[in-house]
């Protein structure tokens, strides 16, 4: 059971167009939103993060929007580069008694045309 | 900065072949995970291991194992490897001691492994 679901499954933007990616969870539980950027033949890494008790977290070009009633945040990309192209995960976790999970989207392949 | 290691970049195997793969990290983390990621999928969690010689299973634990016998060091068995295991595989590790207890995760570059 996919407990985040991500769209789009892939997308085209121009630069310096905005790049939206969204995604929606069913555990309530959750208390914890990171979006993570992975770079072809690399791991990803962490971009940015948002607990539920705020609806929006900005950091340079980079926003999480946070919708909690809806059970719904996305990722928002202003002024997007070709150097953003690559693909963004975002996922979902709770502490648990041993170690936090991440449950993972699918992923969004995003490119950015020059 | 944090480096998580991975010992292949890319593996082909024989069906039925034993096969290890290894992780280390070296930041003391207490947390280590291992993924599949396979396109459309996202990354799915196999197994992850909070202390030395503690394992729990994650989603798609089937056809696996792990091990962890030192704390910086997680490996990840396929005891007969299939077709279907054919996948690329992510070592991670996080500490839950750090960062107000937000566990980021911290990823290695990932093993492509392919079954014949």
């Known amino acids: 059971q996919q407990q985040v679901k991500q769209s789009p499954q892939s997308l085209i933007v121009q630069k310096g167009g905005i790049s939206i990616i969204n995604c929606a969870y069913e555990n309530t539980a959750f208390d914890y939103f990171p979006w993570y950027q992975q770079f072809p033949g690399k791991g990803p890494a962490l971009l940015i993060a948002i607990r539920p008790d705020v609806s929006e977290k900005k950091e340079g070009r980079f926003t999480i929007s946070f919708n909690k009633s809806a059970k719904q945040f996305s990722l928002h990309i202003m002024d997007s580069q070709p150097g953003d192209s690559a693909t963004y995960f975002c996922a979902a976790s709770l502490s648990s008694g041993s170690a936090r999970q991440l449950t993972f989207g699918s992923g969004t392949q995003l490119t950015v045309l020059p | 900065d944090v480096k998580v290691t991975q010992s292949s970049r890319y593996l082909v195997k024989r069906t039925g072949e034993k096969v290890f793969l290894e992780c280390v990290q070296d930041m003391d983390h207490e947390n280590m995970f291992w993924y599949r990621q396979d396109p459309g999928l996202g990354l799915r969690l196999i197994y992850f291991?909070?202390?030395?010689?503690?394992?729990e299973k994650g989603d798609i634990p089937e056809g696996y194992s792990v091990s962890r016998e030192k704390k910086e060091r997680f490996s990840l068995i396929l005891e007969s490897a299939s077709t279907n295991q054919t996948s690329m595989y992510l070592c991670?590790?996080?500490?839950?001691?750090?960062?107000?207890?937000?566990?980021?995760?911290?990823f290695g570059p990932g093993t492509r492994l392919t079954v014949l």
């Open positions: 991670a590790s996080s500490s839950t001691r750090l960062a107000g207890g937000a566990d980021t995760q911290y």
């Open positions: 291991s909070y202390d030395v010689k503690m394992k």
